[in-house]
């Protein structure tokens, strides 16, 4: 019991000689105006992410980033009218999804107690990403323009081969407003930082490529069901864990 005390106490004198030199080279790392620079590696709702930080000061650092959602691919099975000269016909077509997304960022994060504790409140925008989900399909047996996809009460056309192509797309510029602990540009050399916000974006719509255009549901349904589940995603959720690295 003795030497086991003994133990207990010294692994506690190295743990706060450590801790101590740890916050004696903190204490020495000023944040001042871009005299630092960080690389941060990230993972979450905005996909696989990498950004560039520096300190503008104690209380407010900048960052800046590429964040690469891979290409994760869903199908579905939708109806398809087939116009002919002989009439039209109902089938079934297979459709592809795909969350693939490119955006940037640039992002201010505050730091209310400036380098006592490093809770903050980010404020920035994202840009580019503007297709949300990417949309494709095909259907046998079409040699002519004038049929289409049902995707919710909207009518995505097929061209003259069978194929369609569109997406479901918002806005390429959205505000953003987080809340988090962590610092892009640590006062150490490495940092874990967590992050919880919202894109601001415009009310999603179906993009037709075909013809280059937004698809309006009002030229042919009444039932607006699937518009009005995308007037409630008027926000993007983001979640982000994120490790931190100070280069210099």
């Not at 930080?53 to 869903?74: C, D, E, L, N, Y």
């Not at 309006?216 to 607006?224: G, H």
């Amino acid at each position: 019991m003795k030497k086991l005390a003994i133990m207990l106490c010294a692994a506690l004198c190295a743990a706060a000689g450590t801790f101590t030199v740890a916050g004696q080279t903190a204490s020495k790392t000023k944040m001042g105006i871009a005299n630092h620079l960080g690389l941060s590696v990230g993972v979450g709702t905005t996909g696989i992410g990498i950004e560039a930080a520096t300190p503008i000061s104690p209380f407010v650092q900048a960052r800046a980033g590429v964040h690469i959602m891979p290409g994760i691919k869903f199908h579905v099975n939708s109806d398809v009218t087939i116009h002919t000269d002989y009439g039209s016909r109902d089938t079934e077509i297979d459709l592809d999804g795909s969350l693939k997304r490119l955006q940037g960022s640039l992002i201010f994060n505050v730091y209310p107690m400036g380098n006592r504790f490093p809770l903050f409140v980010a404020v920035g925008a994202f840009f580019g990403g503007k297709d949300m989900v990417g949309i494709n399909g095909y259907c046998p047996g079409v040699d002519e323009l004038g049929s289409y996809v049902e995707v919710g009460d909207y009518k995505l056309p097929l061209d003259e081969h069978g194929y369609a192509k569109g997406a479901i797309r918002t806005s390429s510029f959205r505000p953003y407003l987080g809340i988090g602990t962590g610092r892009p540009c640590p006062v150490g050399r490495l940092n874990f930082m967590w992050e919880l916000g919202v894109q601001f974006q415009k009310k999603p719509y179906l993009w037709d490529d075909l013809h280059a255009e937004q698809v309006n549901v009002a030229d042919f349904s009444n039932d607006d069901t699937f518009q009005k589940i995308m007037n409630k995603l008027t926000v993007y959720p983001v979640l982000k864990f994120t490790l931190s690295g100070r280069i210099f």
